[in-house]
């Protein structure tokens, strides 16, 4: 017979089940976009390796990214629906990172029972939030490029804490060995990226704290590692011409940008915090953390965290506020502007990840403890949480994928052809249709069809023969001239 929890628990699991399959079934429709290209012909003309050194020297000190961007780039090989699988295997590779760390703190090194399941569904839940609230998921979810440079340093990143606390708390026979395997994903967070190279500073602090005595020697070896990483890809010239670029001392709030980085780095964090769908998200995160907290924990969980010191837990929040400050510090610093939306989405999931963990230790603290059949009554309530999934992404999701997606595949197919049979013929120019879709905001961004705060890239062709999209494809696909006309007939037959 099923119980009232039982029920409860099933309709939260089919609801998020709901929520995240959408996103995960858009992939299966997605197609290369801009530096997807551009990295594929750069490698085409600089070779596999030659690339490696010009990109080093002219735009990126990201030597990792750079090498997955062009060497594991299906578009290089001219394989362009090898993004899906890419994509898809990224995301379940994001997956297991969120709940390998989950179960490693709560259950190797907290010693509370937290099965494997526990931490799937509680990553599912987090997922589900953060692609229900992101303002820009494309960039996170289905952008080739977007995908290395962003969601694969932040795995990294989570992977890097996991092992690391298993090299320290884990069985003993497996702490060197954990160790080891920490160094590979320390290099490709530190070196991936500038925001997960500053993030990876307060997490290696806290371990440089919390680790036992006879775990320290691991923790100067990864401090060593991240440290001749880092300058590596801080060295590389390439950085500083992009720096320059992209933020240039002309710019008149550059020259000042020292005196007002505190007040600006907390006004972004602030206004980045109050945008309702971030907010609604992070108390959900809080709650739920809160709920596996008062359900997983063991007496000796409860008693190991009760006895901490209270310069653990100031140790601990001066870590956890470092974390979530970085990002906004470094936008603030480099561009003189709130993070790029590629950026916030990094930034909001790491931030749902890192407060559900810390609900699940306050929820150990006995005056909080205390709370928890109260807490329990209304367990019912958790399944507002649905209420989220009807204002965000998620139902603009499931339409996209019903009535777009498919329609999108066909358009990017059918322009494939036609570009390939026209440098075939030596073709001069090649005039395509703009991409014509009932909606399109999600996979396949538009500006007809998305808030222009939340614009951060249109994937289609600029009307005419000019644009950034119109001469990467020309590029790719040897076409001297590519054009768009919005009065060129359909080159989709519909029925």
């Known amino acids: 017979m099923l119980t009232s929890s039982r029920i409860l628990r099933l309709l939260l699991r089919l609801g998020l089940v709901l929520a995240l399959a959408p996103f995960a079934a858009l992939m299966a429709f997605n197609h290369p976009f801009f530096d997807d290209y551009r990295t594929a012909y750069w490698t085409h003309e600089h070779g596999l390796w030659g690339m490696q050194q010009w990109f080093y020297l002219t735009w990126s000190g990201r030597f990792t990214s750079t090498f997955f961007m062009t060497v594991l780039n299906p578009v290089t090989y001219g394989w362009l629906e090898g993004v899906r699988p890419a994509v898809f295997l990224v995301f379940g590779l994001q997956w297991a990172s969120i709940a390998f760390l989950l179960r490693t703190i709560f259950q190797t090194v907290l010693r509370a029972n937290f099965a494997w399941s526990a931490g799937h569904w509680a990553t599912a839940l987090l997922l589900a939030l953060f692609c229900n609230a992101t303002a820009a998921p494309f960039s996170f979810l289905y952008w080739f490029c977007g995908v290395v440079v962003y969601q694969l340093t932040l795995l990294s990143l989570l992977t890097f804490a996991a092992l690391a606390l298993r090299a320290g708390w884990g069985p003993a026979a497996s702490q060197w060995r954990c160790a080891g395997w920490a160094c590979a994903p320390l290099v490709l967070a530190v070196a991936g990226n500038e925001l997960t190279m500053l993030q990876a500073v307060p997490v290696l602090a806290l371990l440089g704290y919390a680790l ?251 009307p005419g023969c000019d644009g950034n999209i119109n001469d990467v494809t020309e590029r790719y696909f040897h076409v001297p001239n590519v054009c768009c006309d919005p009065q060129a007939p359909d080159i989709v037959v519909r029925h």
């Open 212 to 462: 036992p005595r006879a775990a320290r020697p691991k923790w100067w070896l990864w401090l060593a590692v991240a440290g001749a990483t880092a300058a590596a890809a801080v060295l590389a010239p390439g950085n500083w011409l992009r720096v320059a670029a992209t933020a240039p001392p002309t710019d008149p709030l550059h020259a000042y940008r020292w005196l007002v980085l505190g007040p600006r780095t907390a006004y972004s964090m602030a206004l980045f915090l109050m945008q309702p769908l971030n907010a609604l998200s992070l108390v959900a995160a809080a709650a739920a953390g809160l709920w596996l907290g008062f359900g997983s924990a063991t007496s000796a969980t409860a008693r190991l965290v009760a006895g901490w010191p209270r310069r653990h837990w100031g140790a601990l929040l001066l870590a956890f506020g470092a974390l979530h400050t970085v990002g906004f510090l470094l936008f603030r610093y480099v561009l003189v502007g709130p993070p790029l939306h590629r950026a916030r989405n990094e930034i909001l999931l790491l931030m749902l990840v890192t407060v559900l963990a810390l609900a699940w230790l306050v929820a150990q603290l006995p005056a909080v403890a205390q709370l928890a059949p109260r807490f329990r009554r209304f367990a019912p309530a958790l399944v507002a949480l649905a209420g989220l999934f009807v204002v965000g992404n998620v139902p603009v999701a499931w339409r996209e994928l019903v009535t777009a997606a498919a329609p999108f595949d066909a358009q990017m197919q059918a322009r494939y052809s036609l570009l390939r049979a026209g440098a075939g013929r030596g073709q001069h120019t090649v005039t395509l249709p703009p991409l014509r879709l009932p909606t399109a905001r999600l996979l396949m961004p538009l500006r007809q069809f998305t808030p222009p705060r939340n614009l951060e890239f249109d994937i289609d062709l600029t």
